[in-house]
Nanobody
């Protein structure tokens, strides 16, 4: 599985950005897809998760993005998006797409920079 992020950029506080993650390869093997972020000098942290099992979708958001960010994924698991609204300077980070397949293998994208100016 290969993951490629896009959509990062520079935005003023209060603005919006939409990140996309394009998955290719054995996408049918993907179980869980996430967005992580890593700010300069800080550890990588989980932002949001979307997973599917038995026909139902489960979504998780970190507390610091609840009500502002929305994660979604197409049924073919080829595209995952992160709609980010009401952005804050503390949201500035490199955002990474991550996936786990049914064999528990992990895949990472190269990351996309999001910069929120105050």
């Amino acid at each position: 599985v290969q993951l490629v992020e896009s959509g990062g950029g520079v935005v003023q506080a209060g603005g919006s950005l939409r990140l996309s993650c394009a998955a290719s390869g054995s996408t049918r093997s993907i179980n869980v897809m996430d967005w992580y972020r890593q700010a300069l000098g800080k550890q990588r942290e989980l932002v949001a998760t979307i997973s599917s099992a038995g026909g139902s979708i489960s979504i998780y958001y970190a507390d610091f993005v609840k009500g502002r960010f929305t994660i979604s994924r197409d049924n073919a698991k080829t595209t995952m998006t992160l709609q980010m609204n009401s952005l804050k300077p503390e949201d500035t980070a490199v955002y990474y797409c991550h996936a786990i397949d049914w064999g528990r293998l992990n895949y990472w994208g190269q990351g996309t920079q999001v910069t929120v100016s105050s």
